[in-house]
Structure formats: structure tokens, C-alpha cells
């Protein structure tokens, strides 16, 4: 109950679906969702890439991953495939298997950012897109990515990467 309240609160300030077609999620494409928690973006990802499209939902918590798992059968959703695991090891999704990984909001939780971007690095297919998204950690506001120490990481595997900072966010785009 308190993930719906909060998730329909984060909705309203922040719709993912529009975060979504910023990415440039289309019919048919393959989405793999890192750090999927209870499926914000998971859902919205599987509606929008439709019947002919899947979304890998990766979540190393069982309880959240059991949850997305729920919701989507309970919402007839079939092109849903949730995988309990970490971002450094996502060996259920096959090389070159997707179109397009995003991680929003969850960078910061990897244990082994590089081990995590190499495994990105893997499952995307060439011509495809790495989308990262976290919280900036502040001077007060602790929790999140440090913005140089975001772009090192990043920069190590994805040398091209586009970066975006905001209040209160990081972004890293990086063409495979």
C-alpha cells in the first residue's frame, strides 16, 4: 500500500513516461530496467514498448522483485521479465540482447560501479543506448552520486558519454 501512495505521489511530480520518451523508448524495442525497485519504470517501459517489446525488470531485492512480478501478471502484462539481481551480474539477459538500459535513481546503490557498467556494456546492442540517471549527493543532502566521481566512472567505459547535471540529479547518455 505504501509503495502505491508513494509511486502515485512521485507520478505527479515526475511522470515516467515522459522521462521515458526522452530516452526514446519506441514499439518493439528491448528495455532492460537496472534497479527496478517496484516497477516505475518498468510498467510504463513495457506498455510503451508494447506487445512485440520486452522490459528485463532487474531488482536485487526478492520482496520488490516478487512485487513487480505480481503487478504484472496481475496487469495482463506479458512482455515483463523480472530477474533478481545485481547491476554487476545480469547473466539472465544475453549479450546484445537489448535496445536500451537505463538505471534511474540507482547508480549509487552499485557495489562495483565498474563491474556494473561493463555488464551494460555487454547486454546493450551495438548502436544502442546506456541511460543513467541518479540523486546528486549534496553538501547536507548525502545520499546519491558525486558528480566527478559519476563521470569518472562513467567516462571509463563509455569514453563518448553525454553528461547532463540538474538540481538535484546526473544524467549519462552513451551510444554503444
Known amino acids: 500500500m505504501w509503495a502505491s501512495l508513494l509511486e502515485a505521489l512521485r507520478r505527479r511530480r515526475a511522470p515516467p513516461e515522459a522521462r521515458l520518451a ?4 519506441v514499439e518493439g524495442m528491448k528495455v532492460a530496467d537496472i534497479g527496478a525497485g517496484y516497477g516505475y519504470y518498468a510498467f510504463p ?6 506487445e512485440k517489446g520486452r522490459v528485463y525488470a532487474v531488482e536485487p531485492n526478492p520482496k520488490r522483485a516478487e512485487e513487480i512480478s505480481k503487478r504484472a501478471e ?4 506479458k512482455n515483463i521479465e523480472v530477474l533478481v539481481a545485481r547491476a554487476e551480474d545480469v547473466a539472465g539477459i544475453p549479450s546484445g540482447e537489448v535496445d536500451v538500459a ?3 535513481s540507482s547508480f ?7 563491474a556494473a557498467l561493463l555488464e551494460l556494456r555487454r547486454i546493450v546492442r551495438p548502436g544502442g543506448l546506456v541511460y543513467v540517471r ?3 549527493a549534496g553538501r547536507l543532502f548525502k545520499h546519491g552520486s558525486r558528480e566527478e566521481e559519476f ?5 571509463r567505459q563509455f569514453p ?3 553528461f547532463e547535471v540538474g538540481s538535484g540529479y546526473l544524467v549519462a547518455k552513451a551510444r554503444q
Open 45 to 50: 517501459a513495457a506498455e510503451m514498448v508494447g
Open 74 to 77: 496481475e496487469s495482463g502484462l
Open 102 to 104: 537505463i538505471s534511474m
Open 108 to 114: 549509487h546503490h552499485f557495489a562495483d560501479a565498474q
Open 134 to 136: 541518479d540523486i546528486r
Open 22 to 25: 526522452e530516452v526514446g523508448l
Open 160 to 162: 563518448d558519454a553525454e
Open 151 to 155: 563521470r569518472t566512472a562513467i567516462s
